[in-house]
């Protein structure tokens, strides 16, 4: 008998063989596993990546007010390729509807909310630190990791407790309930909400310290990157060496469950370890998402949201007087 060389994908005729064509598929399973291996880790990657670049860029770069907004809106259009090429559920497929309304809210976030926060929120702040003379800058001589992570921490744990609040408190849902009403997720879906919850969750204590700009930056562009791929369509399951501390897709999809209970879980946008050191984690991942039968709402719908059972109540109020009336 004759013996073929173990390399050898087929048989003497040129026919593959059954023990060669299991070696085949041994090695496109292998190769599957590879590439599988190699998407899950592209969160913790770009995450990697952020903060090599927040840690070793230029002065004049880091110094530059926009390098902040550039990187943000890199690792968003970055993600939003990733969604193209390695898509988790068809079903949240991008169209140009889902793309406009997305990107009209990143807009909005860069500058509406962000100016009514400077104003209202970090301006003050400064004011109050300067006028009772708070000073931690101790924090500044600690190493440019530890400073980033704080920063990390400071502002999930204050958007933990924001976001609690909302699941817990009516008033404070029908700010956030627009939010719940997105019927896919998405790399800029994160950004999408009504304005006074994008406000509410914007608050931080960080403007009360003192820490080196370029930490800070750092911390809210991991915390973009984290977030974005915790709302994004990418086929990424990071291991659990990402997945215990920050929250991913499968993490915050479940958040995004079509009963109200399913969503009171998983509380933060990036930093999981906080729901699991508070009691709050809940395994578990949904493909379908949405509220009320999962009826997507318009822009206008958005921002009105808040205020509809008033101007429901002042309707019903206004038809009963005509109907006295008559
Ligand atoms: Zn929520
Ligand atoms: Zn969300």
Redesign the pocket.
């Given at each position: 008998m004759d013996q073929l060389p173990a390399n050898s994908t087929h048989s003497s005729d040129g026919k593959p063989t059954a023990g060669n064509r299991t070696a085949e598929a041994a090695a496109e399973q292998n190769e599957g596993r590879i590439k599988r291996l190699l998407v899950n880790l592209l969160p913790p990657a770009t995450v990697v990546a952020v903060v090599m670049f927040w840690a070793f860029a230029p002065q004049a770069v880091l110094d530059n007010p926009w390098t902040l907004v550039i990187a943000i809106a890199a690792t968003v259009a970055f993600v939003l390729a990733l969604e193209w090429v390695f898509e988790r559920h068809a079903g949240w497929r991008m169209t140009w509807t889902e793309f406009a309304t997305d990107f009209f809210y990143v807009i909005l976030s860069f500058t509406v909310i962000a100016w009514v926060t400077e104003a209202l929120a970090e301006a003050p702040l400064r004011a109050a630190k300067a006028s009772l003379g708070i000073s931690t800058e101790w924090l500044m001589t600690l190493p440019f990791l530890v400073q980033a992570a704080i920063v990390v921490f400071l502002i999930e744990f204050g958007q933990y407790w924001m976001?609690r609040v909302?699941?817990n408190s009516h008033p404070f849902w029908l700010t956030?309930a627009p939010?719940?009403h997105i019927t896919q997720l998405n790399a800029m879906k994160g950004y999408v909400g009504n304005p006074i919850e994008l406000f509410l969750i914007s608050l931080s204590v960080v403007a009360l310290l003192d820490f080196d700009t370029a930490a800070i930056f750092c911390a809210l562009n991991v915390l973009a990157v984290v977030s974005t791929y915790a709302h994004a369509n990418v086929r990424a399951n990071p291991p659990l060496l990402y997945s215990f501390f920050f929250t991913t897709i499968r993490h915050h999809s479940l958040?995004h469950s079509t009963d109200y209970e399913s969503?009171r879980c998983n509380?933060a946008n990036s930093l999981i370890l906080i729901d699991r050191v508070l009691g709050t984690y809940r395994e578990g991942e949904s493909a379908i998402v949405g509220q009320d039968e999962r009826k997507r709402l318009s822009i206008w719908e958005q921002f009105m949201f808040p205020f509809q059972p008033m101007i429901d109540r002042i309707k019903a109020k206004s038809n009963q007087t005509t109907h006295k009336a008559h």
């Open positions: 976001h909302m699941h956030h939010h719940h958040h969503t509380y």
